[in-house]
Each structure stands twice: as structure tokens, then as C-alpha cells.
């Protein structure tokens, strides 16, 4: 079982071991122990939904505009936002990864074509 | 034997029965079904009953084996599946509102192979809507209401495949079948006093299942033990040309069935396999902030594991790889269900989280969808590299009982954690099983897990298969069962 908000909530905390990965380099085995997985009884979760930045609130904004068979209250546009900033703090925790030119993607694309 | 003990029996004892005609599978699939009506429901744990197609199967099952045609271990044996698995003519509601009336025009290809194995398709189970797929954030996330706890009903079963461990844990069929993306075999197996077993990534095939993750559903069998497990994946294991992700290599140790009629010891293969001790890697810090139960019940299944296993503690991958899981369940799970994310369907699922998370999802910049499938490559070396000193990982599959319903997940246990890796267990498409060890706080059970190398389910299947004949722990049944 997965939930989003524990995953953030866990991933926030340990950014500073993201930051320790490369990729190529490190292998998993000897990265620092963390408290290990997520778990349904998630972290400690940052209190309360996450203050959106003006892009957030303007991505949500946009979505709710895009799609208006949703119909996207304005107060959900604003949990949205708040969700979004949440993403913020993954890509930021990407952008400390140091990938080599050459780690390669685990995708399961093949130019053989399906026996389906 | 009552019908408690019946019901409660592994698919082994209850395939010695039928063999010997003490019972017919039509009998044990109308017991299973009035079990279904009668408990079933009030647990929450069935979405339809299939009462016509799984007479005619059990009539069909009675009538091989009367003439001298016996499929193997489960024949005649009644099961149920998650919800997330077409069958032919039922209603597949994916556990949520805006599929409540899909039917498909045929089974899935897990369906079909159990049924040439001879087993005997008699409900489909209650399931999380989605799968979890959109985050939610309570017990309450599916169409059928929360899936009650057969061992306390105040407490949730876990998910997402909530109602086959509901199931299983009170006796409603002889097996079930679940999916896990991030943990929902594992965590419902252990809410629920179960065996949960989640094969290697592409160990089944998912052709016929709801897609959340295309690069981490798993198929796999939530039973009463260890070698239920081993008896179902024999038959559901394989390459299936449907499903391009599915493993062609072989399966050694399910090469036992069909045709091996009754009890197939899976221990009997690892004692040709691994004649000295095993080596286990106790997962650092597992227990670090569990509930002081689940401790206690790991340490002493541990003094039980010492009896055959020289056990050392090692450091896992674990909680840095959260932003490359999460980042990937939300891509993917955007673009599974990207059509009632954009036209409003959403609004109708039952978590209030759910109805929203799909909109932020639509975000997730693909340089870091790409980035967090780059991740899975050390990820998977990381393991490899422990399993050259370990022949398998245990830790308490989770640091805690149950959830409570009616808690948001995020407010149930606060400060709680521990546990196994499930997540960078998972992003590395590796097996898992988990079996139960004792009981918590509420009268829950709690469990622990056995993680090993790729495609190396019949060395867990049979480690769990030796701790549970060594523990009593999967023989207790709930009062409200009995």
C-alpha cells in the first residue's frame, strides 16, 4: 500500500540521502541506512497541506482552466496548488541525484515487436 | 471437521479431502460461498459472487476427478480474485465508482490458468479504488466502504487488495489473488494474519489486470501458508505472450505440478538446493520506531530463525528512493487514468484525496519520470551486490497493527515507522513474502518478510514454508470466523 503524502513526507525528510546517491558510482548497499519504507503509519507528515508558491497556485490555475469537464472548484485549485508545491520538493530532490551521461533509464521499451 | 476447520484448511489438506472423497469441490465452493454471504459482507470484503460460474466449474472439477482426470494441486479448490481481474461476464470495477459497471468479454490470464489448474473462480474481492493509485489517504477509499478486519473490525485491512486479505483472514475461501504496485500483497497479508506472496516483476502475467504502474504491478497469491503460495504461483507463473513483460524463464521448482496430486513440501526441494545454513540479512534499523509489539514478535521469531539461519545486520536502500516511487506511481498512474482525471470522474471516487491527487500528478516533469526510472538501475545492483552475502532480507514487514477506520492514515500512528523496504524492494522488481508472527495492539497480527534475489520465490516460499513449521502463528483463525 502506498500513499502519496507519506511517500513525500518521507522522501522531504530524506533528501539529504537522495543528495548522497550517484547513480553509476554508489550502489544502493552502501548508501547510509534510512528508516526503511514507507509504511500505511506514514512519517511524521508536514502539518497541515503545503503554503503553494504563486507558480503552483498559477500550474493549478491553469489545470482547473484546461479542464473544464472537471469542474475544478476554487478551493480544490488550491489543494491542487498545494500538491503541486508538494512535487516541487521531489524534482528538487532529483536535481541533487548526480547521474552519469550514461546511467540509462530501466524501461522495458524493445524494438522487438509484441507477440500480442 | 467443522466448518471452520474446513474453511481454514490449506489448499494441500483440502485437496487430500477431495481426493478422498470426504468432500466434494461442490460442497467446499457452497460452504465458501454462504461464508461469503454471511461474513463476507459484513466485513465488506466482496464486490460480486459468482454463485453460477463456480457450481459449474466445481460440478466440472467433480465430475475429471471422478473419471481419473486430476489437474493437480488445485483442482476443485474454490478462490477468490481482486477485483482488478476481468472475468468473463462479471462486472471489474477496479474497487472504484466510475467502473462499477465494466464488464469485459474475457478472463484475465491468471483467471484462465487456474482454471485449466482446475481451480474454481467464486468471487471477486474488495479492492482500494484503483489501487491506491491516486493517493488516498483513508480506509475508506472504495466504492464497497472500508474492508473490515476480520481480527477487529473497528481496524482496516490494509490494501489495496483489502478484500482478499479479509477474506483469507476469515475463512472465505481456500485462496485469493492480489496485486502489489508498492506493498498492497505484503500489507493486507500482514493486517491480516496471512501469507502473502510478491513474485519478481514479469513472474506473472498482468494481461486481463487494471494497469496502475506498468513498470511495477505484480500478480501474485495471498494464502494460508507458505506452500499454498508455492502451489498457486506453479500454476499462474510463466511466460504469457499477452503480457510482453512477462518472464520466459523458467520456473524450477513449480515444475512439480500437475498431476502431483495432494501436499508438494517445498522444504523437501531447498534441503536438495541448500543443504547448509542460511544466510539471512536482518534489515538495519526495521524496528527503530515500530510499535513496541511488533519488536517484540520480530525478536522472538528471530530466536526462531536462528535455529537454521545465521543471521547479520546489514543497511538497506530504503527511504532515498521514495521521490523516484512516488514520482513514478504518479506519472504512470496519470496517464492510466487520465481520462476521468480530465473529464471530472475522479470527483466520484470515495477518498477525498483520490478525487484530487490525479490533477497534481498531470505535473510530474517528464525529465524526472526519467530520472526516477534512471534510479532503478543502482537500486537493482544494490541488492544484487547484498544477495551475494544473503540468501535472503527479514525484517518486520511493517511497524505497525491495522490501521484504525475512520483515522486518516497520516494521523493513526504518529511517530510510527519501520519496517521492511518495501519501496526499494519494489522499484527493483524483487520477491517478497510474508507470513505472520504473533499479535499486537488490538488483537492484531503483525508479520514479518522475507526479501530475496530475482525470480527467487521457491527459496522464500520455502523459508517461509520452514518458519511456519516451526511456529503456529498461521493456523489462528479470528472469534468472528469460527
Known amino acids: 500500500m502506498t500513499t502519496r503524502r507519506s511517500f513525500l513526507a518521507g522522501t522531504i525528510a530524506a533528501a539529504a540521502g537522495i543528495a548522497a546517491a550517484s547513480s553509476g558510482t554508489q550502489p544502493a548497499a552502501s548508501a547510509p541506512a534510512a528508516a526503511p519504507s514507507p509504511t500505511p503509519t506514514p512519517p511524521p507528515a508536514p502539518p497541515g497541506p503545503t503554503k503553494p508558491s504563486p507558480l503552483a497556485l498559477e500550474m493549478a490555475k491553469k489545470i482547473q482552466k484546461d479542464l473544464p469537464q472537471a469542474k475544478i472548484s476554487d478551493a480544490m485549485a488550491k489543494k491542487i496548488a498545494s500538491d503541486i508545491e508538494d512535487g516541487f520538493g521531489l524534482s528538487?530532490?532529483?536535481?541533487?541525484?548526480?547521474?552519469?551521461?550514461?546511467?540509462?533509464?530501466?524501461?522495458?521499451?524493445?524494438?522487438e515487436e509484441n507477440e500480442s | 471437521m467443522t466448518e471452520a476447520q474446513m474453511a481454514f484448511s490449506s489448499i494441500s489438506e483440502l485437496g487430500a479431502l477431495l481426493r478422498k472423497h470426504s468432500v466434494s469441490s461442490v460442497e467446499l465452493t457452497q460452504m465458501y460461498l454462504r461464508r461469503l454471504e454471511r461474513i463476507g459482507k459484513r466485513l465488506n470484503a466482496v464486490v460480486t459472487l459468482m454463485p453460477d460460474r463456480a457450481l459449474a466449474e466445481a460440478k466440472r472439477a467433480d465430475a475429471d476427478l471422478a473419471a481419473g482426470t486430476d489437474h493437480g494441486p488445485l483442482h476443485g479448490i474454490p478462490y477468490g480474485v481482486k477485483d482488478l481481474l476481468a472475468a468473463k461476464g462479471a462486472p471489474t470495477t477496479w474497487g472504484a465508482a466510475p467502473y462499477r459497471d465494466q464488464v469485459f468479454k474475457q478472463d484475465a490470464t491468471v483467471i484462465k490458468l487456474l482454471g485449466a489448474a482446475g481451480a474454481v473462480l467464486i468471487a471477486k474481492l474488495a479492492m482500494i479504488e484503483l489501487a491506491g493509485g491516486l493517493g488516498y489517504n483513508s480506509a475508506n477509499a472504495s466504492f464497497t466502504g472500508p474492508c473490515k478486519n476480520p481480527w477487529n473490525t473497528n481496524y482496516w485491512t490494509g490494501g489495496s487488495s483489502s478484500g482478499p486479505g479479509a477474506a483469507m483472514g476469515a475463512g472465505l475461501v481456500a485462496f485469493a489473488i492480489g496485486s502489489e504496485t508498492s506493498g498492497s500483497i505484503v500489507n493486507p497479508s500482514t493486517y491480516c494474519g496471512i501469507t502473502g506472496l510478491r513474485p519478481t516483476y514479469g513472474r506473472v502475467s498482468r494481461h486481463g489486470a487494471m494497469a496502475l504502474c506498468w513498470t511495477l504491478d505484480k500478480i501474485g497469491p495471498m494464502c494460508r501458508t507458505a506452500e499454498d503460495t508455492g502451489l498457486v504461483l506453479a500454476a499462474i507463473a510463466g511466460r504469457d505472450p499477452n503480457d510482453p513483460t512477462s518472464s520466459s524463464r523458467e520456473v524450477p521448482l513449480y515444475s512439480l505440478k500437475p498431476g502431483a496430486p495432494g501436499s508438494v513440501r517445498v522444504r523437501d526441494v531447498l534441503d536438495l538446493v541448500k543443504p547448509s545454513r542460511l544466510r539471512l540479512g536482518l534489515v538495519k534499523d526495521s524496528t527503530k520506531k515500530a510499535q513496541p509489539e511488533v519488536v517484540k514478535n520480530f525478536d522472538k521469531a528471530?530466536?526462531?530463525?536462528?535455529?537454521?539461519?545465521?543471521?547479520?545486520?546489514?543497511?538497506?536502500?530504503?527511504?532515498?528512493?521514495?521521490?523516484?516511487?512516488v514520482t513514478i506511481l504518479a506519472a504512470e498512474g496519470a496517464a492510466a487514468f487520465r481520462d476521468i482525471i480530465q473529464d471530472g470522474r475522479a470527483a466520484t471516487l470515495a477518498d477525498p484525496d483520490d478525487r484530487r491527487g490525479g490533477y497534481s500528478y498531470l505535473t510530474v516533469p517528464a525529465v524526472d519520470y526519467v530520472d526516477a526510472m534512471r534510479e532503478r538501475a543502482p537500486i537493482k545492483r544494490g541488492f544484487s551486490k547484498l544477495f551475494k552475502r544473503f540468501d535472503a532480507l527479514v525484517a518486520?514487514?511493517?511497524?505497525?497493527?491495522?490501521?484504525?477506520?475512520?483515522?486518516?492514515?497520516?494521523?493513526?500512528y504518529p511517530g510510527i515507522e519501520g519496517g521492511s523496504p518495501i519501496a526499494s524492494a519494489n522499484l527493483a522488481g524483487i520477491p517478497a513474502i510474508a507470513v505472520p508472527n504473533g499479535f499486537g495492539q488490538q488483537g492484531l497480527p503483525t508479520g514479518l518478510s522475507f526479501i530475496g534475489p530475482a525470480f527467487s520465490e521457491a527459496d522464500l516460499i520455502a523459508l517461509g514454508d520452514e518458519f511456519q513449521s516451526r511456529t503456529d502463528w498461521h493456523r489462528r483463525h479470528p472469534p468472528l470466523a469460527l
Not at chain 1, 536535481?95 to 524494438?111: L, Y
Not at chain 2, 528471530?302 to 516511487?325: C, M, N, T
Request: charged share 25%; aromatic share 14%.
Open chain 2, 396 to 412: 518486520p514487514t511493517f511497524g505497525s497493527v491495522a490501521l484504525p477506520i475512520g483515522v486518516s492514515f497520516d494521523k493513526a
Open chain 2, 302 to 325: 528471530l530466536g526462531v530463525l536462528r535455529k537454521f539461519a545465521d543471521i547479520e545486520e546489514v543497511a538497506v536502500p530504503a527511504h532515498r528512493y521514495g521521490a523516484s516511487i
Open chain 1, 92 to 111: 528538487k530532490a532529483f536535481r541533487k541525484v548526480k547521474f552519469k551521461n550514461w546511467d540509462e533509464p530501466d524501461f522495458v521499451f524493445s524494438a
